[in-house]
């Protein structure tokens, strides 16, 4: 009886243990799960109106909701955790260097997520407002140090041309370079001034430099960005958010505000997708959990990203209508067929 005892005191002791373990210590996993939802044609958590345009151009009221979708990541996981949110199925588990690659801490991913959903409200404004039909240029977003264009260009000069070759949007300025080698001199057309009174046009001479990336192409060290020539500021606040894939909802936020009529008839409306200045919209990930946490919060139709749409079929939950988008022209039409009572183009 003392032996046995013993044996199982030792048992109870090693359970007890491994229990504690189980619950305590973290393991090298994430999970991803439904996010918060955000309607952009509200106001926001704190109080400020998410997408709010000033200025002389008439701002027309909306009604219904526009929500943007997220994804909540769950970076402090447990062994016992990790197999019960695996087991649920509610969640996915991932290796942590899936969402934090080796090598960058936390705080650098954290960074260049806030980086890229600046970049999305900024791109989201140029697409809304060239779909508007304002006139749009490209200019220099941002000249690296000690590069070849350092002291030559600077932010905010326009682009007009690359070696005589018209330019209007930055994928032009990057095609009209892809011939240029290292050491070769590149004519770049600017003019200086606000895009509706810019001043004269000015060749400045640039000599390539060869790419850090080992690219065979000449490197300038200038980033070149959408301008749109408009007669009102888009603002957008919402928190804590980071990551670019919202921009086809800021986008359709900022078309219905500055177009009369309202976009959802009414209705409650979700999206996601990242977007470009020129209106094209890209895939994103997570679209399962961002389809629930949707309906979860009354949407009746979803804005999929064209590259979604296979995985959105098979993940959407029931009573969720799934609508196909590619470009923000398809997002705007899906949303008036959703007013009119048409169905949009299904994925």
């Given at each position: 009886?003392?032996?046995?005892?013993?044996?199982?005191?030792?048992?109870?002791?090693l359970?007890?243990?491994?229990?504690?373990?189980?619950?305590?210590?973290?393991v090298?996993?994430?999970a991803?799960?439904?996010g918060?939802?955000?309607?952009?044609?509200?106001?926001?958590?704190?109080?400020?109106?998410?997408?709010?345009?000033?200025?002389?151009?008439?701002?027309?009221?909306?009604?219904?909701?526009?929500?943007?979708?997220?994804?909540?990541v769950?970076?402090?996981?447990?062994?016992?955790?990790?197999?019960?949110?695996?087991?649920?199925?509610n969640?996915?588990?991932?290796?942590?260097?899936?969402v934090?690659?080796?090598?960058?801490?936390?705080?650098?991913?954290?960074?260049?997520?806030?980086r890229?959903?600046?970049?999305?409200?900024?791109?989201?404004?140029?697409?809304?407002?060239?779909?508007?039909?304002?006139?749009?240029?490209?200019?220099?977003?941002?000249?690296?140090?000690?590069?070849?264009?350092?002291?030559?260009?600077?932010?905010?000069?326009?682009?007009?041309?690359?070696?005589?070759?018209?330019?209007?949007?930055?994928?032009?300025v990057?095609?009209?370079l892809?011939?240029?080698?290292?050491?070769?001199?590149?004519?770049?057309?600017?003019?200086?001034?606000?895009?509706?009174?810019?001043?004269?046009?000015?060749?400045?001479?640039?000599?390539?430099?060869?790419?850090?990336?080992?690219?065979?192409?000449?490197?300038?060290?200038?980033?070149?960005?959408?301008i749109?020539?408009?007669?009102?500021?888009?603002?957008?606040s919402?928190?804590?958010?980071?990551?670019?894939?919202?921009?086809?909802?800021?986008?359709?936020?900022?078309?219905?505000?500055?177009?009369?009529?309202?976009?959802?008839?009414?209705?409650?409306?979700?999206?996601?997708?990242?977007?470009?200045?020129?209106?094209?919209?890209?895939?994103?990930?997570?679209?399962?959990?961002?389809?629930?946490?949707?309906?979860?919060?009354?949407?009746?139709?979803?804005?999929?990203?064209?590259?979604n749409?296979?995985?959105?079929?098979?993940?959407?939950?029931?009573g969720?209508?799934?609508a196909?988008?590619?470009?923000?022209?398809?997002?705007?039409?899906?949303?008036?067929?959703?007013?009119?009572?048409?169905?949009?183009?299904?994925?």
């Amino acid at each position: 009886m003392t032996r046995l005892r013993a044996t199982l005191a030792l048992g109870l002791v090693l359970a007890g243990v491994l229990g504690l373990l189980g619950a305590t210590v973290r393991v090298p996993f994430v999970a991803l799960g439904d996010g918060p939802t955000f309607d952009v044609l509200g106001v926001g958590e704190d109080g400020r109106t998410v997408v709010d345009i000033t200025g002389p151009a008439p701002v027309y009221p909306t009604s219904g909701q526009l929500r943007m979708t997220t994804v909540a990541v769950t970076t402090q996981v447990t062994l016992f955790g990790a197999m019960a949110m695996w087991a649920s199925g509610n969640e996915q588990v991932l290796p942590r260097e899936s969402v934090y690659p080796p090598g960058r801490s936390s705080e650098q991913v954290d960074q260049e997520n806030t980086r890229q959903f600046a970049q999305s409200e900024t791109d989201a404004e140029a697409a809304a407002l060239r779909y508007l039909g304002y006139p749009t240029a490209v200019q220099v977003g941002s000249v690296l140090d000690n590069s070849p264009s350092a002291g030559l260009l600077a932010p905010g000069d326009r682009i007009v041309a690359v070696n005589g070759r018209p330019v209007t949007t930055p994928q032009e300025v990057v095609d009209a370079l892809a011939p240029t080698r290292p050491g070769q001199a590149v004519t770049v057309t600017v003019q200086r001034g606000p895009l509706g009174a810019p001043g004269p046009r000015t060749d400045v001479t640039v000599v390539a430099a060869a790419r850090p990336d080992g690219d065979p192409r000449g490197f300038l060290g200038v980033t070149p960005t959408n301008i749109v020539d408009s007669p009102v500021d888009v603002r957008i606040s919402l928190g804590d958010i980071g990551g670019p894939s919202a921009g086809l909802v800021f986008a359709s936020a900022i078309v219905d505000k500055l177009t009369p009529g309202d976009i959802t008839g009414g209705h409650v409306v979700a999206g996601t997708g990242t977007i470009d200045a020129l209106g094209r919209v890209g895939d994103i990930g997570g679209i399962r959990f961002k389809m629930d946490a949707a309906r979860h919060d009354g949407a009746e139709v979803f804005l999929v990203p064209a590259g979604n749409c296979a995985e959105a079929v098979t993940e959407a939950p029931d009573g969720l209508v799934l609508a196909r988008v590619g470009t923000l022209g398809e997002g705007i039409a899906a949303l008036e067929a959703v007013r009119e009572g048409r169905p949009p183009v299904p994925c």
